[in-house]
Each structure stands twice: as structure tokens, then as C-alpha cells.
């Protein structure tokens, strides 16, 4: 077995490519597309790895301490409603839009007849999550959402808004965002007090309410939930409405018509509302976010009237996912960055990844990273293949009911995972990880959001709930867990395969239990639930591509399911200590640096264990 990759030939994690550093998401993301979009599309998620490595890494740091402003009123008092960004925000927009990030998956690429699907969408977020995890990151987010709703429910009178949000050309488009929360709700959308009444004259509606936490708050078309006359009260009288930064009037205000004025638009080339002031926020600067004041504001309808909530829901399932992607690629850049100071830092005479204990936390950040991956682009796979499913009028029932069950987990556990994973990577760099020019403090400002966006641990458990109890999700689940285990019969994952069967009869007796179990205890047990989930779920995932690896004649992956698992799974007596283990000082070039392993090395060490 040789040594694998050679961090030490890095000063620190930019000004290199993204896409061929990373040998976890190569492997994940080949797997979700088919051979012929994989093809196509690995020379654009290569190009735009080196794009975020290089240019976009270096922008993002400079627009953590010089973000965006706004600048509500202009000298006369008039709303003008204008947010200043600095040139590097702009550049890093047109960089990666212009590389079809999201126009790809919903218009057919120049080359082709079809649209990639929208794994395609969240491999290259990924990528860019690499440098802007939660703050350009959200905008991006945000506009594949709007873009998602408008296609499954838009008549077509909104078309030249759903062109502009998915244009390759950055003059031509437009970004959107989704204004849900308000103050006296937060997550209880049902509380909503925003109305919505129709204008005969105007031919639109008019939005009167606030908005209490709105990021991308200039965003050119906005999508808020507003209750219209004599709707009922809860989730069940809300419609949804796309409402445009510019006076619609004038059409579509693009991003190309915005910098052809001569510093902020005239007054009346906006439309009428209010922001108030930007949230002074512990990260994600690069996306301004602030309240938004609506007072008979210009807005259309989109989809049918007291739709709006399962049309939401829709979006935030793409939502989710992002964030899930996203704490995902925030993992692989802290997780590079602690390699590559690992490998060049020096005490005591020797580079610190010489050393047991770093050793050890290395290994357990890649199995993390590894883990988080695989389950993130495995609930990618079935959210894409029911979209396709959908464009093409076909039914698709089973992989919806297992796609809910896995998003919100997915979302609920990389959210944490990323927290923990930038927050030690801070660690290893010392005093320098708290330092402001260094990233792994952003990383970690950044990461600390998502728990919160698009829904919180408590939110997203009672979602996992609502999946079982409503969508019979057990079922799809059992079958792809049993379908995983059965194919399982390489000698070197014997055991764990055994063991993760043991566990997953468990995770089924708890499944039964708490059908019969009343509500309160339900909810009480529900983020256990979701954990216990997401490790069985990913144990058989990790040994299902395992298998794979060794029949190709490569064991490290092997390795990764097996440490998740005695991990995450085993039963350790004295937590561990008096077991002996050696995994990190004996596997720590295979985990950490991608040295190939040999089959036969882990036969010999299976036959040793017994």
C-alpha cells in the first residue's frame, strides 16, 4: 500500500482545484448520474472546481469583511431600497451562474436535447460550498428553488420571470429567494398574518404584512406566502406569490438592467415595499439578509390560490437538500484544510498528522465527511429521479415516499456534522483557526446556520414522523435497507455486515413501537429516531459501495464502512479503551490520504480479529 495523496505539496486550501482534491465527492457524484450525463458533466464540475479553488475561494474571504450594504433611503428621503455590493460579489456571480449551475438542469445545454437532472444542480453546489457554504451559497440555493416551483406550478404567465431565474447569461437573469418567516411565527408558517388582496386595475396583487428574516433581501424574484380574503386560518388558506424587486410594469428587472443605471435605480423602477435594515448576523455575509415591509406591494400568484404551503414544501424538499450539500462540501474544505496543515505543521520535530491523537481525529473527520456525503447525494438520487419522473408524466410513488423520510434526515445530521467537523478544524490550526484571515472561522460561522434554515432539528424530526406516519415511508425504506444487506457477502465485511443487520431488526422493532406509541412519546423519541436513521441507512450505504470497491480489487472504502460502523453501531466496553484498537495509526494513509488497499489486506486482518 503506498502513502496516497501528499497534503504537504499544499501551503493551504485555494489555488487548487476542487473537484480533483476531492475523491469522496468524485466517487458519490459519479454514482448518482448515469454513465452519458456523467460524461458530459465532469468536464463542468472539473472547470468549476478550479473556478471556486482559485477565484472564488479568494473573493469570499475578501466579502466576509467587506459585505453588503443597504441603504434603505437615497439623499431625498424616497425608498430606494438599494443594497451595495462589493465587486468581488459580482464576480463571483457571474463566474459560477455563467457556468450553467442551475440552467442546465432546467433548459437543455447547448450540446444536448434534455436537461441534466438536478444532481447535476447539487454536485456543482457542492463544489461552490466549498468556498461560500451559507452565504453566496444561499442565493444560489434560493434561485434553483424558484426556479423548481415555477416549473411544476406556473401556468406560464410567470415565463419570463422562471427564463431570467434559470439564464446561462449573468446580464439576462435574475436571483430569487423565498420571504417566509415572520416575526410572530417563525417556524409555525401557519401563523402567517401577511394578506394578500387582488387589484382589478393593476391586473396583480397587492402584499400588505412584514417579513421578519429575508435573506438575499433584493433578490429580483421573490417568492412570500400571504393569505388572501376569506382564506382559512393555518397552513391551509396560504398562497404563494412571486413578488419582483423592480416595478413589474417595466418587465423584468434583470441583473443587466440593474448595473445599467447609473448607481441605484430610480425610485419608480422598484417595486413598493420597505427593507428595513440588514440582520447584523454571525456569518453568511455574503447574503444580505434583513426585514422586508410589504404595503400593497405588486406580487402575482403563483400555482392556485391556498396552494402555497405544498407548494412550498416543494421548494424547501431542493431547500434541504442544498443545505444538506452544502454542510457536505463545508465538511470537505475544513477537512482539507486540517490534512493540509496536519501535513506541514511541525512541533516537537515531526509534522503533526505524525501523531496518534491527530491521527486519529483525521480519520474521523474523512469517515464523517465520507459518511455525510454518501447519504446527502443517495437522497440527491431519489429527489432527482422523481423530478425526472415527474417532467416526463410518469409515477413515482415509491422513491417520493423514501425521498421524504431521508431529506429531512439528511439535513438534520450533515447540519450538525459540519458544525462539529469546522469547529475542530479550528482546533488544528491553533491560534490561527480564530484568527479572521484564516478560513476555518468562517467555515464554522457559516456552518452554524444550518441547523437553523429551511427548518430545525425539531422541525425536521416531526417531518420525519409525519413521512411515517402519512406516507407509510417504512416501507420503501425497509425494502431498500433489506435490498442493501442481501447483496452484502464479501468475507472482509462479515461481521459488520452482521452487525449493522442486527441493528437495523432493531431500528425495525423501534419503528413498530412507536406506531402504536401515542403522540407525545412519538415526538419525544423523534430526533433519536432520525439519528438512528441516518446510522443504519448510511452503514448499509457505505457497505453496499464497499462491496463494489473490492470486487474492483480496492478495499479503502471497506475500511470507511467498517470504522463508521464499530463507530457509530458497536457496543464498546470501556468506551473503547481497553479494546486495543489501532484503526487510525494502521489505516491512516488509506482513510485519510486515498492510499489504495488491497482486498487480501483485509482478508488477513478479518482472520486475525477472529
Keep these: ?38 460524461a458530459y458533466a465532469e468536464p463542468k464540475l472539473a472547470e468549476l472546481g478550479a473556478i471556486i479553488g482559485n477565484t472564488v475561494a479568494d473573493n469570499a474571504d475578501y466579502i466576509d469583511t467587506h459585505g453588503p450594504e443597504l441603504h434603505t433611503y437615497d439623499k431625498h428621503g424616497n425608498v430606494q431600497n438599494f443594497v451595495r455590493y462589493p465587486a468581488e460579489q459580482f464576480e463571483n456571480e457571474r463566474l459560477v451562474y455563467e457556468t450553467g449551475l442551475i440552467a442546465d438542469c432546467f433548459r437543455a445545454p447547448p450540446e444536448r436535447e434534455e436537461p441534466l437532472p438536478l444532481t447535476h444542480f447539487l454536485s456543482m453546489f457542492y463544489l461552490l460550498t466549498y468556498a461560500e457554504g451559507s452565504g453566496f451559497g444561499c442565493p444560489v440555493a434560493m434561485t434553483a428553488g424558484a426556479a423548481h416551483v415555477l416549473e411544476l406550478f406556473d401556468d406560464g404567465s410567470l415565463s419570463a420571470y422562471y427564463e431570467a431565474l434559470t439564464s446561462r447569461e449573468h446580464d439576462e437573469m435574475i436571483e430569487g429567494a423565498m420571504f417566509l418567516t415572520e416575526e410572530q411565527g417563525g417556524s409555525d408558517v401557519g401563523a402567517n398574518e401577511t394578506t394578500a388582496e387582488y387589484d382589478e386595475a393593476a391586473d396583480c396583487w397587492r402584499l400588505t404584512g412584514e417579513k421578519w428574516f429575508c435573506s438575499n433581501i433584493d433578490a429580483e424574484g421573490t417568492l412570500a406566502l400571504a393569505r388572501t380574503p376569506d382564506a382559512p386560518d393555518g397552513t391551509e388558506g396560504l398562497s404563494m406569490f412571486l413578488v419582483p424587486h423592480g416595478d413589474p410594469d417595466d418587465g423584468v428587472l434583470t441583473k443587466g438592467r440593474r448595473r445599467a443605471f447609473d448607481g441605484p435605480p430610480p425610485v419608480d423602477a422598484v417595486n413598493d415595499q ?21 404595503e400593497d406591494t405588486k406580487a402575482y400568484l403563483v400555482g392556485e390560490e391556498q396552494n402555497g404551503f405544498k407548494q412550498m414544501t416543494e421548494m424547501l424538499n431542493l431547500e434541504r437538500l442544498s443545505n444538506a450539500t452544502g454542510a457536505c462540501g463545508i465538511m470537505g474544505r475544513a477537512l482539507l484544510e486540517s490534512k493540509i496543515h496536519a501535513a506541514t505543521r511541525e512541533a516537537f520535530g515531526d509534522t503533526i498528522d505524525q501523531y496518534p491523537l491527530m491521527r486519529a481525529d483525521l480519520v474521523d473527520m474523512a469517515v464523517d465527511h465520507e459518511a455525510a456525503t454518501a447519504f446527502t447525494f443517495e437522497a440527491a438520487r431519489l429527489f432527482a429521479e422523481r423530478e425526472q419522473a415527474v417532467r416526463e408524466g410518469e409515477d413515482a410513488e415509491e422513491t417520493y415516499r423514501l425521498m421524504r423520510l431521508l431529506i429531512p434526515i439528511a439535513k438534520l445530521r450533515t447540519a450538525r456534522m459540519a458544525i462539529d467537523t469546522t469547529s475542530y478544524a479550528m482546533e488544528i490550526q491553533g491560534g490561527n483557526g480564530y484568527v479572521e484571515e484564516f478560513v476555518t472561522n468562517r467555515l464554522l460561522r457559516d456552518a452554524q446556520v444550518l441547523p437553523i434554515w429551511e427548518g430545525t432539528e425539531n422541525i425536521l424530526a416531526l417531518d420525519v414522523l409525519r413521512a411515517l406516519e402519512r406516507e407509510d415511508a417504512h416501507e420503501p425504506f425497509m425494502a431498500a435497507m433489506q435490498d442493501r444487506l442481501d447483496g452484502i457477502d464479501h468475507p472482509a465485511l462479515d461481521a459488520h455486515a452482521e452487525l449493522v443487520e442486527e441493528e437495523y431488526q432493531q431500528l425495525t422493532m423501534a419503528l413498530g413501537d412507536l406506531a402504536t ?93 477472529d
Design 1 to 38: 500500500m503506498g502513502d496516497g495523496r501528499d497534503y504537504s505539496q499544499f501551503q493551504e486550501g485555494r489555488h487548487l482545484n476542487y473537484w480533483a482534491v476531492d475523491e469522496t465527492a468524485q466517487r458519490e457524484i459519479e454514482r448518482v448520474y448515469d454513465a452519458e450525463d456523467f
Design 274 to 294: 420597505l427593507y428595513r435594515r440588514l440582520k447584523d448576523k454571525l456569518g453568511t455575509t455574503a447574503v444580505p439578509t434583513g426585514e422586508v415591509e410589504f
Design 517 to 609: 406509541a401515542d403522540g407525545e412519546y412519538a415526538q419525544l423519541t423523534a430526533k433519536r429516531l432520525s439519528n438512528y436513521i441516518f446510522d443504519v441507512f448510511t452503514a448499509a450505504l457505505l457497505l453496499e459501495q464497499a462491496q463494489k470497491q473490492l470486487a474492483d480489487g480496492e478495499g479503502r472504502l471497506a475500511l470507511v464502512a467498517r470504522r463508521f460502523i464499530d463507530r457509530e453501531l458497536a457496543d464498546q466496553q470501556g468506551r473503547g479503551i481497553t479494546s486495543g484498537d489501532r484503526f487510525p495509526l494502521e489505516h491512516f494513509d488509506a482513510v485519510v490520504r486515498f492510499a489504495s488497499v488491497a482486498p487480501d489486506e483485509l482478508l488477513e486482518q478479518a482472520r486475525a480479529d
